[in-house]
């Protein structure tokens, strides 16, 4: 008889090609499955994740499910996972669920945090973009309040994605000042497109340069055209924060 779990996990996404399995490419996903596989004697075991970063985005908080056998000993599964993944990825907490949840479709919501530093750090450098220049967040921030709501993304998405529709729904967009010349943009909402995050994040900051006003925001939603919003930024500072489900 199997079982059902959900993983709660985090990576650094620095040395992988993002979360998704695919040929000729290190991802979390693949590192993961193949230690399970290991781990319960298989030749393979598919786990699905509750998204997918691209190549260099981290993960504070991310979820993956899989159907395993029932009566686990979980802390010593977990122990034993943790022991033989590499140092970027760990293993928080596994929880038995029903077998029709879902860790991608049952997700409420998702956070990410996209860091950038404006005074050289080498301590920053790995998780926060360098951009040396002088930002008015609060017309950020006015240009981020465009954004909330229920709106079609179609031009902050990569072009020719599989998904069946390009509207999101977000509840949060706000910039805030960190200490040691940080500053962090929080975007919540109930699913991304891929790419979006980025090219959102790219988008504020000509707002914040002085480029482009605030209110060109709404003009660039309605283009529906990729090439109307800014470029994307640099993986490196993007984290996936937090994935909320109703039953944990």
């Known amino acids: ?44 075991i598919p786990i699905l994740g509750c998204g997918r970063t691209d190549a260099g985005v981290h993960a504070n908080q991310f979820y993956f499910h899989v159907d395993l056998p029932k009566n686990l000993d979980l802390e010593q599964l977990k122990y034993k996972l943790n022991k033989m993944l590499p140092t970027s990825i760990v293993i928080f907490e596994v929880i038995p669920v029903l077998a029709e949840r879902h860790a991608r479709f049952d997700a409420t919501f998702r956070s990410y945090k996209y860091f950038i530093h404006t005074s050289k750090n080498p301590f920053q450098d790995k998780y926060s973009w360098y951009f040396p220049h002088d930002l008015n967040l609060e017309k950020m921030n006015r240009a981020a309040q465009f954004l909330v709501g229920e709106k079609d993304f179609t031009s902050f998405s990569k072009l020719h994605t599989d998904v069946f529709t390009n509207i999101c729904d977000l509840s949060k967009a706000e910039w805030r000042e960190l200490d040691n010349d940080q500053i962090v943009f929080e975007i919540t909402a109930n699913r991304f497109l891929r790419n979006m995050v980025r090219a959102v994040v790219g988008t504020l900051l000509e707002v914040g340069q002085g480029y482009i006003e605030p209110e060109i925001i709404t003009e660039i939603l309605e283009a529906k055209d990729r090439s109307r919003a800014g470029v994307s930024v640099p993986a490196k500072g993007l984290f996936l924060n937090e994935v909320k489900y109703p039953f944990i």
């Open 1 to 44: 008889m199997e079982q059902r779990y959900f993983f709660e996990c985090a990576y650094d996404g620095t040395d992988f090609s993002g979360w998704q399995r695919q040929p000729n490419a290190e991802t979390v996903q693949q590192t993961i499955e193949l230690m399970l596989s290991r781990r319960f004697k298989n030749t393979t």
